[in-house]
């Protein structure tokens, strides 16, 4: 199977959780696969779609321009952990030792 850099996003959402210590704003990803810092420039770029300096109808001329240039910052990295790693039935995956 040939390399490529195309991923399909099945979902993207934002929701607010709050918490003792205030409002906390969860973002959750699902997809075929990521390429390095993809869920960090995706964070970064919607963030400053929040702060007011890029549009939300600019988003998709991001994604097609492919290039990281036209995106937001990249998003630190801490709060970022990973929840899951599902495998389709058909996928041929590692076998592990228990």
């Not at 210590?21 to 990521?34: D, E, I, K």
């Not at 991001?62 to 910052?73: E, K, Q, S, V, Y």
């Not at 899951?84 to 590692?94: A, N």
């Amino acid at each position: 199977m040939p390399l490529t850099t195309i991923r399909t996003i099945y979902s993207s959402g934002w929701e607010e959780r709050r918490t003792e210590a205030g409002a906390l704003l969860v973002y959750r990803v699902r997809g075929s696969g990521f390429l390095h810092h993809m869920v960090r420039n995706l964070v970064g770029t919607m963030l400053e779609v929040g702060r007011g300096k890029l549009h939300a109808s600019q988003i998709p001329e991001i994604l097609a321009a492919r290039n990281r240039d036209a995106a937001g910052p990249t998003a630190p990295a801490r709060g970022l952990f990973l929840v899951s790693v599902e495998y389709d039935e058909q996928v041929d995956r590692p076998q592990t030792n228990v």
